[in-house]
């Protein structure tokens, strides 16, 4: 019998190549937050199609109280910002970016959620999206949050359970080819921070999308309104 994991799924391409890192080797239960932000039915609707891939089970959990007390520009009607392709690697204008996006505790209720659900399943494992790329300018993708949110499990927790973050290391081109390897279909996966039907291919999110597969040399399957 297969152990049992909890996947954080957003939908979105980090998450998606997470998971799929762990499908042959364990029975996944998907889990996806409601937090009132703009793409939440793009998000839900590739998450779930990633699960029908798959035959996973797949949970969403309404947190729309999250959203509410969140001044962040993905739930609330501030505008998302728009950076330049140059902007990506200059640090101030991503940490503008960033604290433009940034959700109260996101990650930190997330994860603490899926260690209610792991205790619950008897899971040991918890799969997280969380990259190099983006802890950058996000603390709650880092490697120090990683093995501080697993330290606490450790003390908090009955059970031998254990946050994994298998693209802890990587960039999105070094994320898309992991997914290509593992056959992730990638094409079923929703980046875009404005929740439209097609990517925008302007917001930060997708033009980190389009600039690994770019750069990983992987062809990008992904419709977008601009290029």
């Not at 969380?130 to 093995?147: C, I, M, R, Y």
């Amino acid at each position: 019998m297969k152990e049992k994991a909890i996947a954080i799924l957003s939908g979105g391409l980090d998450s998606g190549v997470a998971m799929s890192s762990y499908v042959e080797n364990y029975e996944i239960y998907a889990i996806t937050f409601d937090y009132g932000q703009k793409a939440i039915e793009a998000e839900i609707k590739a998450s779930k199609a990633l699960c029908d891939h798959y035959g996973i089970f797949h949970n969403v959990i309404d947190l729309k109280w999250l959203g509410k007390i969140s001044n962040s520009a993905l739930n609330s009607s501030k505008d998302i910002p728009k950076p330049t392709e140059n902007n990506l690697d200059n640090l101030d204008k991503s940490k503008e970016s960033a604290n433009a996006v940034w959700v109260p505790g996101r990650n930190t209720v997330f994860t603490a959620i899926g260690c209610s659900f792991a205790e619950s399943i008897g899971a040991s494992k918890i799969i997280v999206g969380w990259d190099l790329e983006e802890a950058n300018t996000f603390p709650d993708n880092s490697k120090e949050f990683l093995e501080s949110f697993n330290e606490l499990i450790k003390i908090g927790s009955p059970d031998n359970i254990e946050v994994v973050a298998p693209l802890i290391d990587l960039n999105k081109d070094e994320i898309v080819k992991l997914g290509k390897s593992n056959n992730c279909p990638m094409e079923l996966t929703y980046s875009c921070y404005e929740g439209g039907e097609i990517h925008c291919g302007t917001c930060e999110s997708c033009m980190r999308r389009k600039r690994g597969f770019k750069k990983g040399g992987i062809r990008d399957l992904t419709e977008y309104k601009s290029d």
